[in-house]
Structures are given as structure tokens and as C-alpha cells.
């Protein structure tokens, strides 16, 4: 499975973005998707996933109620919606995808990664 990430980019403490993972293959409703985090000397943060069994989502404490992740098994797309952005959400954002069901909180439980997209929120 090859994913590219992109919608990334520069807006005001407030705003919204939505971002986009294209994923190569014929399986990708078969894979759960996750977006991870990295911002400058830091590590990587989970921030959201979506289980391809039961469409379950899972988010990071620090994004519920502002950050909404979804995928359209057609497209072969899976996108985070992200409202109320703030300063601290700045980070090149990754999406991830893991042949598991559940527990999808861990980098260690994808076994493929794209490449990131920037996104800077402005205070």
C-alpha cells in the first residue's frame, strides 16, 4: 500500500483544514487508517484512526470534539477533518495504515506510513 498525504498548509488560530491520504491498492478497505503528528523536536503523536472493520474512530484526547477523521472506501481516501485549529496542532501531519481492527494508538501498530503534510496554524 503506497498513501499520499496533502492539504496542508497555513491558516489562522480558528480555522479549519481538511487533509487527505490517497492510498494505492485494491485492499485498502481491508486496512485501518491512522493520522499521526510530529512536531519540531518532538515526537510522533497519534491524533486520530479509523478501524476498517466496524468504521470504529478513535482520537487523541487533545483533538476530540474538534478533529473528525472519515473515509470513502471508494476512493481509496481517508481524510481528518480539523475545526477550531490551534497554534499547538502545528506539526507535519502523516497517515498510516495497519492490517489491525482495534487498539490503533501506536506507530507500532501500522505497517504503512506516507509521507507527511505541513500544517501551521498562526496565532
Known amino acids: 500500500v503506497q498513501l499520499q498525504a496533502s492539504g496542508g498548509g497555513l491558516v489562522q488560530a480558528g480555522g479549519s483544514l481538511r487533509i487527505s491520504c490517497a492510498a494505492s491498492g485494491r485492499s485498502f478497505r481491508f486496512y485501518s487508517m491512522g493520522w499521526f503528528c510530529q512536531a519540531p523536536e518532538k515526537e510522533r503523536e497519534f491524533v486520530a484512526a479509523?478501524?476498517?472493520?466496524?468504521?470504529?474512530?478513535y482520537y487523541a484526547d487533545s483533538v476530540k470534539g474538534r478533529f473528525t477523521i472519515s473515509r470513502d472506501n471508494a476512493k481509496n481516501t481517508v481524510y481528518l477533518q480539523m475545526n477550531s485549529l490551534k497554534p499547538e496542532d502545528t506539526a507535519v501531519y502523516s497517515c498510516?495504515?495497519?492490517?489491525?481492527?482495534?487498539?490503533?494508538?501506536?506507530?507500532?501498530?501500522?505497517?504503512?506510513w506516507g509521507q507527511g503534510t505541513q500544517v501551521t496554524v498562526s496565532s
Open positions: 498510516a495504515a495497519s492490517s489491525l481492527g482495534y487498539g490503533l494508538g501506536s506507530p507500532h501498530q501500522y505497517d504503512y
Open positions: 479509523i478501524s476498517w472493520s466496524d468504521g470504529s474512530t
